[in-house]
């Protein structure tokens, strides 16, 4: 169905207005409108635009000026906005309001209105939430971009006005789509926000619908093409693992297979376009074959645009197929979701379509990334007791991608995040007891269920480091068994068992958990709450129901009690923090590391209050394990009625007694070979503390767990060795213990020629990067840099103070040159931040940790690199000062053993953002004198492909870019 001028009749939308207000800020009692507009459209069409400027009380902040383009002489002889409130409503009439983000336009006009605002309104961000929930993200302009809107002049009213109503129309053509079931559900949902933008037009979609007699399930095919995490045919039958493995003779690939595929006129050279010869490429290829064939493991560092991923999936595919007959896989584990994407949606059906289309893959993440069919239909049905009436809103998004979703992972569904709704995830993600039992039986074994029996049964398995270790820790009870393991990013392998092994605590964790039982409000809810109801339902005597709720009752009572003294615990810790530990210009999150011996919580004088923490959560507990013996010597009868609500009980009770164990861990410290230490934020008043606990010697682990077990593992990452050597990779991930007659470990040149593409400038004229002046200097070289040439230029920084600093200082000279300046700041995302980088050709963006890796940026929008300082870790950071501790207690040098190579990986990674094709030229700049005047700065430049300069002062140093770009413009 399409969209019509009557259907927008039909439910009230012949006549609508889109608006909004540039303003000075972001508060409506202290900032004031600058610019209002106001879009009329008319039977689905643009019919006129109304726009106008407001006098503000004070003059236009230089942040709003840079981003709306508005300044003091454009506002300056105009009526403030309170005098044109009447113009406003008179625009609006009684027609629906279109916003993007809309309470907060709204919020902005309401104090100025003489009586409450009755029109209904309707927002775009939360539609684009729900039916484009696929896209990256819901700003105006990614929106207008998506369908070929204007976007020259965003955040100017008058444009986002037009392209709000145009945006409301496309996804209005998208809702008519979508059939009666879709909307019974948004509706249901979101019926107690009566007065919420968007409830109206739920409800109108409803009654339309039944006045056509629309009120079926369709089974609509989805309109956007949604991912699969199965490739090929999956045969039902067989056993998914060989008795006699051990008597197994395994078979060997034939060397000669990767001269047939990658060799000069090899499949590849047919296949792919553009296709160059890669010598990098045949070498690890057959170094891969020659490892599987001899049981060996390899480390091998493949450079920048050897294309690692086909080099190792072609070899480890013909292995597998090879020995089918054992019934083994091949597990891929990456660090990060942009290369899982990667391997799934574009090498391995590369592979499939062109090389080998006999095998099957399957891309596996962790329990907690799928949905539940079973709980998601549950919490539907309880939603009364399973979600806040004011957090309904956030269920939303989750409705159209249930429809159309194919996997169950909550990742596709950025309308969704559920890092963020942590609330409401945990009650609908699988669980414990869900999806791979007989519980989910009747969906099929829900998402996870499938892809995990497909998993046994796959050929490849591609996963993320955080599940390789859990499953190794579970004794491989997830994934199949995998003789062959290959890790890509294995640069990170260590950071992730650092991640994965962490025990975590702090007063979210806690409320989360003990909600799950009961949460007070104007409707109370939560398991509690659902077993009061049921047992109030049970055909069993009054005396024993009352029995029961009066139990329910005082559960109540015990969990709001703990819950109040686990809060009265963090608050005292927290004031003893803001009294005696914290320094007044504390400008970074606090984190402080303590031992067993150093027992904070006894010096604060907390223990007494700790023990009788411990002692309620362990009484709460021993009552609920009592109390569910009970249940359970209920009728059958009645307990198959509250079966789900038990095994509910059940999971939640474990998370309980996790949670105890946590607590015990991070409270009473005991283990001399574990790091300990509390995170403590910024603002003094921030309840969002932090209690963590790991284990130091995670080598060890990924040895005995991962390593050992394997008949051969590759590692393979653009950095892994420092000067060349790979010793520091191999001892801090366990491969040093491995027999060193099986273990290869090779570099793979990149095929990009770094001399001619590349140039490499180390100014020393800057002054000590410690000195309070070199961010100053940094700044003018920057300005001067952008004036004169105007690059794509990527800033690489180590801190945001170091951003502030920059920026504060260029983005006046920036301006006048005209030149865009983005920097890492506020809420803004890195993908947003990048694609207005790429877009703009000539900016300048400042970033920092998560800017080191994982960019990737090809052609002139980044044609300039700047590294301001090398990239140490903070010394002060536990896990480092534990490292260092240890390494100085061996007699050793802890910066050269331990600071120095880590800081060489993070800085060889940051260089690789510059060249990433053969087509790529830049110019990287290190800003950090130490490299030439420490002994330490070699081993970093060592590090690097191709040749640099030291530069003495300002003059060569710009002699020696205006020598680059003039060859750069003469080679064009």
């Given at each position: 169905m399409r969209l019509t001028e009557s259907f927008l009749s039909e439910i009230g939308l012949n006549r609508f207005v889109a608006f909004d207000v540039e303003t000075t800020g972001l508060e409506p009692e202290s900032c004031d409108v600058i610019q209002f507009s106001a879009s009329v459209f008319e039977q689905g069409k643009l019919k006129e635009t109304r726009t106008f400027f407001c006098k503000p009380r004070g003059e236009v902040p230089e942040f709003i000026r840079q981003l709306t383009r508005i300044t003091d002489e454009m506002v300056k002889d105009e009526k403030p906005f309170s005098q044109r409130i009447d113009e406003v409503l008179d625009i609006f009439g009684d027609s629906p309001v279109v916003g993007h983000n809309i309470k907060f336009d709204i919020a902005f006009l309401v104090p100025h209105l003489k009586e409450p605002f009755t029109n209904p309104l309707v927002d775009t961000v939360e539609l684009s939430r729900i039916f484009l929930y696929y896209l990256p993200d819901r700003k105006l302009e990614s929106l207008a971009a998506h369908f070929n809107l204007q976007t020259e002049g965003a955040h100017r009213a008058d444009v986002d006005t037009e392209n709000t109503g145009e945006l409301f129309l496309r996804l209005l053509d998208l809702m008519v789509y979508y059939d009666y079931p879709v909307y019974d559900q948004l509706a249901t949902i979101a019926a107690p926000l009566a007065q919420a933008p968007n409830t109206w037009l739920y409800q109108r979609f409803l009654s339309v619908y039944q006045s056509q007699g629309r009120v079926r399930d369709e089974n609509l095919a989805p309109l956007y093409p949604v991912p699969e995490n199965a490739l090929g045919e999956f045969k039902k039958g067989g056993d998914d693992n060989s008795e006699d493995r051990e008597d197994v003779t395994l078979q060997k690939v034939n060397p000669r297979d990767i001269q047939d595929v990658f060799g000069m006129n090899g499949i590849l050279s047919r296949k792919l376009k553009g296709y160059e010869l890669r010598p990098g490429q045949i070498r690890f290829a057959s170094d891969i074959v020659t490892a599987l064939n001899k049981g060996n493991s390899l480390v091998g560092e493949a450079g920048t645009g050897v294309g690692k991923s086909l080099a190792y999936l072609i070899p480890a595919i013909k292995w597998v197929r090879k020995n089918r007959d054992a019934h083994f896989s091949v597990v891929v584990s990456s660090n990060t979701k942009a290369l899982q994407e990667q391997l799934f949606g574009k090498e391995i059906p590369f592979i499939q379509k062109e090389i080998d289309s006999d095998f099957t893959a399957t891309l596996l993440k962790g329990r907690k990334n799928y949905i539940c069919l079973t709980r998601w239909e549950q919490f539907y049905q309880n939603l009364d007791g399973a979600v806040d009436i004011f957090d309904r809103g956030d269920?939303?998004?989750?409705?159209?991608?249930?429809?159309?979703?194919?996997?169950?992972?909550?990742?596709?569904?950025?309308?969704?995040?559920?890092?963020?709704?942590?609330?409401?995830?945990?009650?609908?993600?699988?669980?414990?007891?869900?999806?791979?039992?007989?519980?989910?039986?009747?969906?099929?074994?829900?998402?996870?269920?499938?892809?995990?029996?497909?998993?046994?049964?796959?050929?490849?398995?591609?996963?993320?480091?955080?599940?390789?270790?859990?499953?190794?820790?579970?004794?491989?009870?997830?994934?199949?068994?995998?003789?062959?393991?290959?890790?890509?990013?294995?640069?990170?392998?260590?950071?992730?068992?650092?991640?994965?092994?962490?025990?975590?605590?702090?007063?979210?964790?806690?409320?989360?958990?003990?909600?799950?039982?009961?949460?007070?409000?104007?409707?109370?809810?939560?398991?509690?709450?659902?077993?009061?109801?049921?047992?109030?339902?049970?055909?069993?005597?009054?005396?024993?129901?009352?029995?029961?709720?009066?139990?329910?009752?005082?559960?109540?009572?015990?969990?709001?009690?703990?819950?109040?003294?686990?809060?009265?615990?963090?608050?005292?810790?927290?004031?003893?923090?803001?009294?005696?530990?914290?320094?007044?210009?504390?400008?970074?999150?606090?984190?402080?590391?303590?031992?067993?011996?150093?027992?904070?919580?006894?010096?604060?004088?907390?223990?007494?209050?700790?023990?009788?923490?411990?002692?309620?959560?362990?009484?709460?507990?021993?009552?609920?394990?009592?109390?569910?013996?009970?249940?359970?010597?209920?009728?059958?009868?009645?307990?198959?009625?509250?079966?789900?609500?038990?095994?509910?009980?059940?999971?939640?009770?474990?998370?309980?007694?996790?949670?105890?164990?946590?607590?015990?861990?991070?409270?009473?410290?005991?283990?001399?070979?574990?790091?300990?230490?509390?995170?403590?934020?910024?603002?003094?008043?921030?309840?969002?503390?932090?209690?963590?606990?790991?284990?130091?010697?995670?080598?060890?682990?990924?040895?005995?767990?991962?390593?050992?077990?394997?008949?051969?593992?590759?590692?393979?990452?653009?950095?892994?060795?420092?000067?060349?050597?790979?010793?520091?990779?191999?001892?801090?991930?366990?491969?040093?213990?491995?027999?060193?007659?099986?273990?290869?470990?090779?570099?793979?040149?990149?095929?990009?020629?770094?001399?001619?593409?590349?140039?490499?400038?180390?100014?020393?004229?800057?002054?000590?990067?410690?000195?309070?002046?070199?961010?100053?200097?940094?700044?003018?070289?920057?300005?001067?840099?952008?004036?004169?040439?105007?690059?794509?230029?990527?800033?690489?920084?180590?801190?945001?103070?170091?951003?502030?600093?920059?920026?504060?200082?260029?983005?006046?000279?920036?301006?006048?040159?005209?030149?865009?300046?983005?920097?890492?700041?506020?809420?803004?995302?890195?993908?947003?931040?990048?694609?207005?980088?790429?877009?703009?050709?000539?900016?300048?963006?400042?970033?920092?940790?998560?800017?080191?890796?994982?960019?990737?940026?090809?052609?002139?929008?980044?044609?300039?690199?700047?590294?301001?300082?090398?990239?140490?870790?903070?010394?002060?950071?536990?896990?480092?000062?534990?490292?260092?501790?240890?390494?100085?207690?061996?007699?050793?040098?802890?910066?050269?053993?331990?600071?120095?190579?880590?800081?060489?990986i993070k800085f060889k990674q940051g260089f690789g953002r510059l060249i990433r094709s053969r087509s790529d030229t830049g110019v990287a700049l290190f800003l950090d004198n130490r490299l030439n005047f420490k002994r330490y700065g070699r081993i970093f430049m060592d590090s690097l492909p191709g040749k640099y300069s030291f530069v003495k002062n300002r003059e060569e140093f710009f002699k020696y870019l205006e020598t680059w770009y003039r060859r750069k413009r003469q080679s064009r």
């Open positions: 269920v939303l998004p989750l409705i159209v991608w249930l429809r159309e979703t194919r996997t169950g992972d909550i990742e596709e569904n950025s309308g969704f995040r559920a890092s963020r709704y942590t609330t409401i995830w945990s009650k609908i993600c699988s669980e414990t007891g869900y999806c791979t039992t007989k519980r989910c039986s009747d969906k099929g074994g829900c998402y996870l269920g499938k892809i995990r029996w497909k998993s046994q049964k796959a050929d490849l398995v591609v996963v993320n480091h955080s599940l390789l270790l859990s499953d190794a820790a579970s004794d491989n009870q997830v994934l199949p068994d995998h003789p062959i393991l290959v890790i890509d990013e294995a640069h990170n392998l260590t950071k992730s068992a650092y991640k994965y092994f962490a025990v975590e605590v702090g007063p979210w964790i806690i409320d989360q958990v003990l909600e799950t039982f009961f949460r007070q409000g104007r409707d109370n809810f939560g398991l509690l709450v659902l077993l009061n109801r049921k047992i109030n339902r049970l055909s069993v005597s009054e005396s024993l129901a009352n029995s029961l709720l009066k139990r329910i009752a005082a559960f109540e009572k015990e969990t709001l009690e703990l819950q109040r003294e686990s809060r009265q615990f963090f608050n005292r810790f927290l004031d003893f923090i803001n009294e005696n530990i914290r320094t007044v210009n504390q400008r970074y999150i606090l984190k402080n590391r303590y031992k067993p011996h150093q027992n904070p919580f006894v010096l604060m004088g907390l223990d007494k209050s700790r023990d009788r923490l411990l002692n309620q959560y362990e009484k709460i507990i021993l009552n609920f394990r009592h109390f569910r013996d009970t249940l359970e010597k209920l009728p059958l009868q009645e307990r198959m009625t509250m079966s789900a609500l038990l095994d509910d009980f059940d999971t939640s009770l474990k998370m309980l007694e996790e949670l105890k164990q946590n607590l015990e861990t991070v409270l009473i410290p005991e283990h001399d070979d574990w790091v300990y230490w509390y995170e403590v934020p910024v603002d003094p008043k921030n309840f969002n503390i932090g209690l963590y606990a790991v284990p130091l010697a995670v080598d060890a682990y990924i040895y005995e767990r991962i390593l050992r077990r394997k008949h051969s593992v590759i590692a393979t990452s653009a950095t892994l060795t420092i000067a060349g050597s790979f010793e520091y990779f191999n001892k801090t991930t366990g491969f040093s213990r491995l027999d060193p007659g099986s273990l290869m470990c090779r570099v793979y040149e990149s095929p990009f020629d770094y001399a001619s593409q590349c140039a490499v400038y180390v100014p020393t004229f800057l002054g000590d990067p410690g000195h309070a002046k070199f961010e100053e200097n940094v700044a003018d070289l920057l300005n001067e840099i952008a004036a004169r040439f105007q690059p794509g230029m990527l800033v690489l920084a180590t801190s945001y103070y170091s951003i502030k600093q920059l920026s504060e200082r260029m983005h006046i000279p920036y301006k006048e040159e005209n030149v865009p300046l983005i920097y890492q700041a506020g809420s803004a995302s890195r993908s947003a931040l990048l694609n207005r980088f790429r877009e703009s050709g000539n900016a300048t963006l400042i970033g920092t940790e998560s800017f080191w890796e994982g960019v990737d940026i090809p052609g002139d929008a980044l044609e300039m690199l700047v590294m301001l300082k090398l990239p140490f870790a903070v010394p002060s950071e536990p896990i480092v000062e534990a490292i260092t501790e240890k390494i100085k207690e061996s007699g050793k040098n802890p910066f050269l053993e331990y600071s120095v190579p880590e800081a060489v």
